[in-house]
C-alpha cells in the first residue's frame, strides 16, 4: 500500500522567514497529494493540493511543488507569520483512492 | 451547513466500560471517514462508508471497535470493552468523493472526540 514520509517532524521559523516541509510517497499510481493544516484543539482542514499533471501551485504565501519522477512533494509557506504556527500533514491517494497522511510536521513561528 | 458535528468533545472513561463516539456529516456528503490520531502513530483510518455501506475497515485495530452508519446523517464509532490503550482524539470526517483523478476528494473534518481511558 501507500506509504508516505514526512520531514521534518519539528519546524521552528522566525517570523518572515520561509517554512519548507518534505514529502515522500512510494505508490507511483498516487495522482492527488494534498496538504492539511491543524491548528490546536481543532481538525485538519485543507490547505492546498496538486494533482499528479501539475509540477507547482501557488495560493498566497503557501505553495506546493511535485516531482512524480522522483516521488517527492513539498510544501512552501513564505513570510511565515505567528497564525502560520500548527501541525501540517501532507497525503497522498493510494490505489483506491483514499488518502494516507503523513506523520506531521509541528510548524513554530516565533516573532 | 455547520460541518461535521462529532460528540462528545471529550470523553474519560474507566477501563472496562463501552464507548460510544457519534458523528453527523456535511450533509449530501456521499463518504464518511472514522481517524484515529495519537503521537505515535499520527493519524490513522480505522474505517470509511459510502453511501451508509461499509467500505473498508481494514483499519479497525480488533473486535472491540465497531462502527455504524443507520442513515446517511449520522454514525457511530463504539470501543467494547475500552482499554487505556485506546486513549486518542478520534475525528470524523466527510468528502463528496475520494481523492483521485477528477475528483477533489477534499475531507472536512469534525473537530474531534478526545477520549481518554483510565
Known amino acids: 500500500g501507500e506509504n508516505v514520509e514526512q520531514h521534518p517532524s519539528t519546524l521552528s521559523v522566525q517570523e518572515g522567514d520561509s517554512a519548507v516541509i518534505k514529502c515522500t510517497y512510494s505508490?507511483?499510481?498516487?495522482?492527488?497529494f494534498p496538504w492539511y493544516k491543524q491548528e490546536l484543539g481543532k481538525g485538519p482542514q485543507l490547505i492546498i493540493d496538486?494533482?499528479?499533471?501539475?509540477g507547482e501551485k501557488k495560493d498566497q504565501r503557501i505553495a506546493v511543488t511535485l516531482n512524480k519522477t522522483a516521488k517527492h512533494f513539498s510544501l512552501h509557506i513564505t513570510e511565515t507569520q505567528p497564525e502560520d504556527s500548527a501541525v501540517y500533514f501532507c497525503a497522498a491517494t493510494d490505489s483506491w483512492g483514499k488518502l494516507q497522511f503523513g506523520a506531521g510536521t509541528q510548524v513554530v513561528v516565533t516573532p | 451547513d455547520a460541518g461535521v458535528i462529532q460528540s462528545p468533545r471529550h470523553e474519560v472513561t474507566e477501563m472496562g466500560q463501552e464507548v460510544t463516539l457519534r458523528c453527523k456529516p456535511i450533509?449530501?456528503?456521499?463518504?464518511l471517514f472514522w481517524y484515529r490520531q495519537t503521537m505515535m502513530r499520527g493519524l490513522e483510518l480505522l474505517i470509511y462508508f459510502n453511501n451508509n455501506v461499509p467500505i473498508d475497515d481494514s483499519g479497525m485495530p480488533e473486535d472491540r471497535f465497531s462502527a455504524k452508519m443507520p442513515n446517511a446523517s449520522f454514525s457511530t464509532l463504539k470501543i467494547q470493552p475500552s482499554e487505556p490503550r485506546d486513549s486518542a482524539v478520534y475525528f470524523c470526517?466527510?468528502?463528496?468523493?475520494?481523492?483521485?483523478?477528477?475528483?477533489?476528494?477534499?475531507?472536512?473534518f469534525g473537530e474531534g472526540s478526545r477520549l481518554t481511558v483510565l
Open positions: 505508490d507511483s499510481a498516487s495522482n492527488y
Open positions: 496538486i494533482r499528479s499533471n501539475v
Open positions: 450533509s449530501g456528503h456521499d463518504y
Open positions: 470526517a466527510s468528502s463528496l468523493a475520494l481523492g483521485g483523478t477528477g475528483n477533489t476528494g477534499e475531507l472536512f
